[in-house]
């Protein structure tokens, strides 16, 4: 299919996303940022602001050498010229003119009292901004598109006006007029309603830019496109300032799933959470776990009700197969459990305990206890993993017995505190005793036992801590509070988690970094 011609989906994460609160991308991440969005298969991927930003002229600048883009094509981001200058003498047109990008994308103003106020020009000289730029860059071979500012806002306030300035766009050479929910606050019927009354009055081609504020940024997006709009407009993870744009992959998986839309090259919404997850991890904006379609709990399932009927057919609890879009479904354990969770989840794990009544129940008792006590194994399936084998085989898998620990922290005569921690364990016949400086308790612990057992199983220096949370469990006790605390570790390849419980956050720590060490081990020798 002509993926430019029948549908645009347009990505506008490194320019609008990027104006999210505490995100703040170089020009490698951009790049990288891009091609991961190439290959879910965007139409249009726009660069930033070149003249206006030196970062995305830089931008710009690389993404001719660097950027082979198989499915997209750049766009850059810039303003109509300004008032009483010729839009071939602007500068920052000039900028859009020469940053390679075969794709414009104009802002331009369509609330009348912005354009008075904002631009402090006149209704006249506004629309000639809008024909003179759009003119220029037309001639100059570019494609031009029309991102009209506060759209729906200026179309209560002066239809007419508002209509005025899409229809000038058209009429000098725009492919899409882009309508702009810039603040965020339309409703779906209201969105459905512009658009059918703008298509039919000037005959443009129509776009949506929707942004969250009213939390309807998806649904104004599916709206508009229901109503005839061809070309929608928002950001991977929903990124952007305030609450942010329309998320992408959500819009895009409802339309190719829920609407049976081809939008995408084919195969490639498959590759949706992947590249959802790979770009948080540029962005250094944890992935949010409840995202519809890629969340990590987008198809996770806790009730035991739930697991009842997921055992019997996955499709009664899940709305589409999680494969679609490269996710998975996870079976959550926690005190809601069932025996039909505890049976799943050890399925998931390798474990077929159809067959033992006895163990399921024990092992269901045992996981709602330790719940009862401040134990969490939803988010910790390493620890869960190690309790049910310790059930099925009848030990605990260990490769170390721990004799004892302690852990004392000085503060020196120039002000610098260190803790040092000593470990006593034995491993494969022979004890150990270790003593480790760290920066804090856990560090120091941490440092000590990886040492101790390292002596005997060499293969734990490349594992890693890399996420460390704590969480008190019952406030009202002060400091005498039982605290939980979850660690996740990994060996370079894959990650796991793993959690403890206790009076005070060094003996919640050290349970899960125990059964972090014990678990890692497992899993390199089975």
């Known amino acids: 299919m002509d993926l430019h011609g029948s549908f645009h989906v347009y990505d506008t994460t490194l320019r609008d996303g990027a104006q999210q609160e505490g995100l703040n991308l170089s020009v490698a991440d951009k790049l990288s940022i891009a091609k991961q969005l190439d290959g879910l298969g965007v139409g249009y991927i726009e660069g930033g602001w070149p003249g206006a930003n030196p970062k995305d002229t830089e931008f710009f600048r690389r993404a001719r050498e660097e950027l082979d883009l198989r499915h997209a ?20 047109v000039a900028a859009l003119r020469d940053s390679g990008a075969g794709v414009v994308t104009l802002v331009a103003k369509s609330h009348d009292r912005h354009v008075e106020l904002a631009l402090r020009t006149t209704l006249e000289e506004n629309l000639a901004m809008v024909r003179d730029t759009v003119t220029h860059l037309r001639e100059e071979g570019q494609t031009v598109f029309l991102d009209a500012e506060h759209f729906f806002d200026g179309y209560r306030a002066n239809r007419a006006y508002a209509l005025e300035v899409l229809r000038t766009a058209a009429e000098a050479g725009a492919e899409v007029v882009a309508l702009c929910d810039t603040n965020g606050g339309m409703l779906p019927d ?63 998986a409802n339309l190719e799933l829920k609407l049976d839309r081809t939008v995408l090259p084919q195969g490639l919404l498959r590759e949706a959470t992947r590249i959802a997850h790979a770009v948080a991890e540029v962005t250094n904006v944890p992935p949010a776990s409840r995202q519809p379609y890629v969340g990590t709990s987008a198809f996770a399932h806790k009730a035991g009700l739930h697991a009842s009927a997921i055992k019997v057919d996955p499709d009664l609890y899940q709305h589409l197969d999680p494969l679609v879009v490269g996710n998975d479904m996870r079976l959550l ?67 170390f017995d721990v004799e ?78 039982i605290t939980r605390v979850l660690i996740e570790t990994t060996d370079g390849e894959s990650s796991w988690v793993t959690v403890g419980v206790g009076a005070n956050v060094i003996e919640a720590s050290w349970g899960a970094l125990v059964d972090g060490l014990a678990f890692g081990l497992r899993r390199q020798h089975r």
């Open 190 to 252: 209201w969105v459905s309603d512009v658009v059918l009354d703008v298509l039919e009055t000037t005959g443009a081609r129509v776009g949506i830019h929707a942004h969250n504020d009213s939390g309807c940024a998806v649904a104004n997006s599916l709206a508009a496109v229901a109503a005839g709009a061809t070309h929608v407009q928002g950001c991977i993870n929903g990124y952007g300032e305030r609450t942010g744009n329309a998320d992408l992959v959500t819009v895009v």
């Open 73 to 92: 094509r750049l766009a850059a981001f810039g303003a109509t010229r300004r008032a009483g200058v010729r839009a071939a003498d602007d500068p920052l």
């Open 333 to 399: 354990v926690s005190d809601m459990a069932g025996r039909a969770s505890i049976e799943l989840k050890g399925r998931e794990l390798g474990y077929d305990l159809s067959d033992d009544r006895d163990l399921v129940t024990r092992v269901t008792d045992r996981v709602k206890e330790l719940e009862q006590r401040g134990y969490t194994f939803e988010a910790a399936d390493a620890s869960f993993e190690l309790l049910l084998a310790e059930e099925v085989e009848g030990a605990r898998p260990s490769y």
């Open 404 to 481: 004892s620990w302690r852990v004392i922290t000085e503060t020196r005569t120039d002000g610098e505190a260190v803790s040092e921690a000593t470990v006593k364990l034995r491993s494969e016949g022979v004890r150990y005793v270790v003593t480790g400086e760290g920066n804090g308790p856990v560090n120091a612990l941490d440092a000590a036992l990886r040492e101790a057992i390292g002596q005997a199983f060499p293969e734990v220096a490349k594992f890693e801590l890399i996420d460390y949370k704590v969480r008190i469990l019952d406030q009202g006790h002060g400091t005498d509070a």
